[in-house]
């Protein structure tokens, strides 16, 4: 349960500077599913890359590459 917690609390984080980043507006809950997504796709991403994030700081950054990578796809797709 602990661990459910965190993750959110960090995939809240990732999302937020995602947003800031991406100069997204979706808001708080779209920003903490896209830093939980995103960093799920950042772990494949940087996985493949033979990287890997051992600390929760890592963990916020490849979730934060993760999500931005997921809000461009989106952009992609909604033109």
Known sequence: MINFIVSLICGGIAGFIAGKIMKSNLGLVM????????????????????????????????????ACILIWVVRLIKK
């Open 31 to 66: 920003d903490i599913i896209l830093g939980l997504v995103g960093g799920v796709i950042g772990g494949l991403l940087f996985g493949i890359l033979g990287l890997a994030a051992n600390s929760m700081i890592g963990g916020i950054l490849v979730s934060v590459v993760g």
